[in-house]
């Protein structure tokens, strides 16, 4: 430690030390009204605490609230998300802000404080726990970057018991049956033929509303898969992992589909005066909305139905016809576009159980010895 004194008669104390982030060496200062024994001891002792602090990681803020939290948990996202991906986040997290006051200090939250909140929304359970799978991951990414010290009530901050149509497989996937009056029930032949190469694709909803005519490749008998679309903002962007890229097979009746779509988007742009490069289109020629044939799809299977169906249902059932005719999982979750897949598993031996059912039924009409 070395003193200096300054023009105004008082001392300036400073000590040397190493910054372990970048190996140089920097100092640090106190000034203080007198140089005698008692104040060189004080700022020694106060140089010594701010050299520790500024070599010490980052203090947990107890006082840090939910909306600060989020604030800096997005601004992260922003950084390492893709943009469709990075929106989701944003609104999920708009959400979670709306339903709990944004100036409760976080290290007074409790998990039953959490539960009765979200209970009170009156919302769906399965919509719950996606806000509350949410809540656990900023508050664990509070934790490992040091604005939370104490997350242990994390734990028992449990899912919701969804007692929905979604949890029972039966209503994940279509039996061929219903599909078949799902398909009659359209009163548009577009959304006819939407469903249709939905369900014999095996597309993703955003991947099918962003494909373009020239994506449809007929002479290599694939269909390229390289981009999806954000429903909210009808935004363009990459699928979300590498999986998802991909080239899927045209099996014959799939192309006779696609066909079909070329050709009524051919004739439907004559008719209303538009051209577009579009593959599926609207009637202006640009993107159809993502809301509008989940609304059509909704009414639909209700009244054909009964209960009500979504694209990704579609998904499943693709998946299903194909296990049904002996495809294997690996190569169903290969032409799907993902790696890992619980529900496929599900699906499966839902469907490999029907097909012993089956097996058994024709057994019980079967004489081997007459």
């Keep these: 430690m070395w003193i200096e004194e300054t023009k105004s008669g008082k001392f300036k104390f400073t000590e040397q030390y190493m910054d372990y982030m970048t190996g140089k060496k920097k100092r640090v200062s106190v000034t203080l009204p007198k140089n005698t024994a008692a104040t060189r001891k004080n700022a020694a002792s106060i140089l010594v605490r701010m ?3 500024k070599q010490s990681a980052p203090k947990q803020n107890s006082n840090i609230t939910l909306e600060e939290l989020v604030e800096e948990y997005l601004r992260h996202q922003e950084l390492i998300l893709k943009a469709s991906s990075y929106r989701s986040t944003y609104y999920l997290c708009n959400a979670i802000l709306k339903i709990f006051d944004k100036d409760i200090k976080v290290s007074n939250i409790t998990p039953i404080f959490l539960r009765e909140t979200l209970v009170r929304t009156g919302k769906p359970n399965g919509y719950l726990n996606n806000i509350r799978n949410r809540m656990v991951a900023i508050f664990h ?34 039996e061929p049956n219903e599909l078949d009056i799902l398909l009659k029930g359209f ?49 363009i962007d990459t699928p979300k992992t590498l999986s998802s890229v991909r080239d899927v097979y045209i099996q014959p009746e799939l192309e006779k589909i696609c066909r079909d779509i070329m050709l009524f988007i051919k004739q439907e742009g004559l008719f209303r005066g538009y051209r577009t490069k579009l593959f599926l289109c609207n009637t202006k020629g640009d993107y159809v909305s993502y809301l509008v044939y989940c609304n059509v799809l ?73």
């Design 141 to 174: 990414w509070g934790y490992d970057n040091d604005y939370l010290a104490d997350i242990s009530f994390v734990s028992k901050f449990k899912l919701f018991k969804d007692k929905t149509q979604r949890e029972k497989i039966e209503d994940k996937f279509l």
């Design 51 to 53: 050299i520790e602090e």
């Design 298 to 370: 909704k009414q639909t299977s209700m009244k054909s139905l009964g209960r009500k169906i979504t694209p990704h249902v579609l998904r499943h059932t693709h998946a299903s016809l194909l296990m049904a005719n002996g495809m294997s999982t690996d190569a169903i979750s290969r032409r799907l576009g993902h790696e890992n897949s619980e529900i496929t598993r599900r699906v499966y031996l839902h469907v490999t159980e029907k097909l012993k059912e089956q097996e058994q039924e024709q057994m019980k009409k079967i004489h081997l010895i007459g």
């Design 187 to 235: 009163k548009s032949r577009k959304w006819e033929l939407l469903t249709r190469f939905l369900t014999l694709s095996g597309l993703r909803i955003g991947e099918a509303l962003a494909l373009e005519s020239q994506d449809i490749d007929f002479s290599r008998h694939v269909i390229h898969i390289t981009k999806t679309i954000f429903p909210a903002f009808k935004s």
